[in-house]
């Protein structure tokens, strides 16, 4: 006589809540690209998604009490020149986001904590290496200012976004890089490229480890590290059917298990949470979020279950676990976008009687601290991420961590960003060089009186203005002479003699000009 044993699990009942309409976004032009990319970001105090922009590319920046039918003039961050391919978060500090277009440029961009109240077009650093479209940005999860960029030139980039440097420079991919990520400590990073291979990669100096065949299909596959240090991949196969597997570096050729789901042809996002080992599958234009448990139990990947929706998504979006509500036993929530322009926000929760926070579902996750600098990182040295509790939910810490001793006597372009988000609208509408010359920690200056020269420049700047509206006026009436009403001619009426130009007194500013002098 056989029993069926049932696996214990925490996770077996997961459960997906889509919010009321009142509650998620509406109105958003989303981008109609057809680069393969999530299109969102999330962190705990904003949504960022790329939209449809004429004339250059941009995304919008919502903070998460913004809800509702967004305005059609609604402001946005648009200083690239094409068409935004990827955006990602700052992991150690929640104003800051990365953007990568098909302009070939990188920018990072403050945003107040507020959120923005006019467009913005000036960011706080431009990284230019690419010379093609950057499809690809990741920040690094320990190291602070530590970026990735990715573009269809093949090249991988790290930079150092507090002086706006390259670090490392990784030429090994033969052909567009579909995605890339970060181990644990950010120790390795792998990915995967349009040669159908993975590799993994020591970051510092861009020598290729290991590299496999991820998946045998043409189109684009994504691969992760999950926290125990095995590979989660996603692809296709030779027919196009849709697979995914999971590998442990060292036998990477060999599969763990290689699992086929359907034949859809809408590439597969693997979103994963450390915390509780699940990873979510979101299909581009599918309907549908499948979730897995990984174990160390076969068949190792077990299938929770699925959450459906009415519509095709477009993009989507995962909160970070500190965003998350613990009082609701909140253990993910998504940001769905599909083509309408409706971003659907849906909760994932594990259903608890008890009130308490409960410890097994919120172990310690990765605070916003970061826990090494980039000269650290480049120097040889690991460190995993800060932990911090949700016992109390999640504060914010401050931004002091931007403050980076960068080399060669250059000053970190963020460390003035991070000491008072609220000083941060002037700094956005500064240029990179304009802003390395102010001190950080210098006060704004109190409004003083003009000075003699200032006063000068007005008055000259008045006195052409007028000798040119005179010229214009003695234009236009000898044109009106020359007309002929009824066999007449009109004659030009005498200009006007412009009024002496006075001086302003030394209190006076450029609003207070008499309106004959504007």
């Not at 998604?49 to 004429?54: L, P, R």
């Not at 929640?94 to 109240?117: H, T």
């Not at 990284?127 to 990735?148: I, K």
Request: with cysteine; net charge negative.
């Amino acid at each position: 006589m056989s029993f069926r044993v049932v696996r214990s699990s925490k996770f077996r009942h997961v459960y997906g809540t889509a919010l009321k309409r009142e509650h998620c976004y509406d109105n958003i032009r989303v981008s109609k690209s057809s680069w393969d990319s999530t299109f969102c970001a999330v962190n705990p105090k904003f949504l960022a998604i790329i939209v449809e922009s004429a004339g250059g590319g941009a995304f919008i920046v919502l903070p998460h009490n913004k809800v509702g039918r967004i305005p059609a003039d609604y402001p946005l961050v648009g200083g690239h020149k094409g068409p935004v391919l990827d955006i990602a978060w700052c992991p150690h500090n929640d104003n800051v986001i990365a953007s990568g277009s098909e302009d070939c440029v990188v920018k990072v961009w403050q945003i107040p904590d507020g959120g923005i109240s006019r467009t913005l077009t000036e960011p706080v650093v431009d990284l230019l290496y690419h010379q093609r479209r950057v499809g690809l940005v990741l920040w690094h999860p320990t190291a602070q200012n530590v970026l990735l960029t990715a573009g269809s030139d093949n090249q991988v980039v790290i930079w150092n976004v507090g002086t706006g440097e390259m670090l490392v420079h990784i030429d090994c991919h033969p052909d567009i890089v579909f995605s890339a990520c970060w181990n644990w400590d950010g120790s390795q990073l792998l990915t995967t490229c349009k040669d159908k291979k993975m590799r993994i990669i020591d970051p510092r100096t861009g020598e290729v480890d290991e590299e496999a065949i991820c998946h045998e299909g043409t189109k684009a596959s994504r691969a992760l590290y999950l926290k125990s240090g095995l590979i989660f991949t996603t692809g296709f196969s030779r027919v196009s059917e849709r697979q995914y597997s999971l590998r442990a570096p060292g036998h990477l050729e060999e599969p763990i298990i290689m699992v086929e789901l359907d034949t859809s042809n809408g590439v597969m996002f693997p979103l994963y949470d450390p915390d509780t080992n699940l990873v979510y599958l979101c299909g581009k234009g599918d309907s549908v979020i499948r979730y897995f448990e990984i174990t160390s139990e076969p068949p190792f990947v077990h299938y929770i279950n699925t959450f459906p929706t009415p519509d095709a998504q477009r993009g989507i979006g995962i909160m970070p676990k500190r965003g998350c509500d613990v009082t609701s036993c909140e253990i993910a929530r998504f940001y769905r976008i599909n083509n309408s322009g409706f971003c659907q926000v849906i909760s994932m929760t594990v259903p608890r009687k008890s009130e308490l926070f409960q410890e097994d579902l919120y172990p310690d996750t990765a605070g916003d601290t970061a826990a090494l600098s980039a000269e650290e990182w480049m120097d040889g040295k690991n460190a995993e991420p800060i932990l911090v509790s949700l016992r109390d939910g999640y504060t914010s810490t401050k931004k002091s961590d931007l403050k980076v001793a960068a080399p060669g006597g250059k000053r970190n372009v963020l460390d003035k960003l991070g000491k008072n988000s609220s000083s941060t609208t002037s700094l956005n509408h500064r240029s990179v060089d304009e802003s390395d010359t102010v001190a950080p920690s210098a006060p704004a200056p109190a409004p003083a009186a003009l000075s003699d020269d200032i006063i000068k420049e007005f008055r000259e700047e008045i006195r052409k203005l007028k000798a040119m509206i005179v010229k214009h006026e003695n234009r236009i009436r000898a044109l009106e002479a020359k007309q002929v009403t009824g066999g007449e001619t009109i004659p030009p009426t005498p200009a006007p003699v412009p009024a002496p130009v006075t001086a302003p007194s030394n209190n006076s500013g450029p609003d207070d000009l008499a309106p004959d002098e504007v």
